[in-house]
């Protein structure tokens, strides 16, 4: 390994204000240990009960989507190392006007960067009334994903953040894209 700034990290960290942040293999103990950092530090930050439930909300979806939609690349996953093929990275900071962030980033099958932009784009779209009437839709339809859930955690991430959602697409080695998400929680 390369000799590594820590120090310079630590201080870019503290810049951007960045409360966790993580690489690596995302598992359901990894996300429990996660929410319970983050539970004790709101209540050590004094936030209000709302905006509380509210952030908290926002960072299960975003996580559970990351960790439930991560592609199953280990038989696609042509250039990738193993490591990233099941990897992935999140970040959790304060923004603009003491909003926070929730970023998170994994790689994706290209072929499907598409429909998932399109889907963004559409939600993207939507006032707050429409967002409720196309979740009540799409929870009613009992439609399930190739993954299991009503594909329900885009949708309710814009519902629950009240923003628009940030994506980028990096196209990668092979056919594998980096999705990059991004939730502002005023």
Not at 35 to 42: D, H
Not at 82 to 97: D, L, T, V, Y
Not at 98 to 112: K, M, P, R
Request: glycine share 8%.
């Amino acid at each position: 390994m390369a000799k590594i700034d820590l120090y310079h990290t630590y201080l870019q960290m503290e810049k951007e204000d960045i409360i966790l942040s993580f690489k690596g293999d995302i598992t359901k103990d990894l996300l429990s240990s996660v929410y319970q950092i983050i539970e004790a530090r709101m209540e050590v930050e004094h936030e209000d009960h709302k905006r509380k439930k509210k952030f908290y909300h926002v960072l299960v979806e975003c996580l559970q989507n990351m960790y439930h939609h991560m592609e199953s690349l280990q038989e696609h996953k042509g250039n990738l190392s193993p490591e990233q093929a099941g990897s992935a990275i999140f970040m959790i900071g304060k923004g603009a006007a003491g909003s926070y962030l929730i970023i998170t980033g994994n790689f994706i099958l290209t072929e499907n960067a598409d429909a998932l932009r399109n889907k963004i784009d559409v939600i993207n779209g939507m006032n707050a009334v429409e967002l409720k009437s196309y979740y009540l839709e799409k929870l009613g339809s009992a439609e399930l994903s190739d993954k299991g859930g009503a594909g329900l955690g885009i949708i309710d991430i814009a519902r629950k953040s009240g923003n628009k959602i940030e994506y980028d697409f990096q196209n990668l080695l092979d056919n594998f894209s980096f999705f990059t998400l991004t939730a502002t929680i005023n």
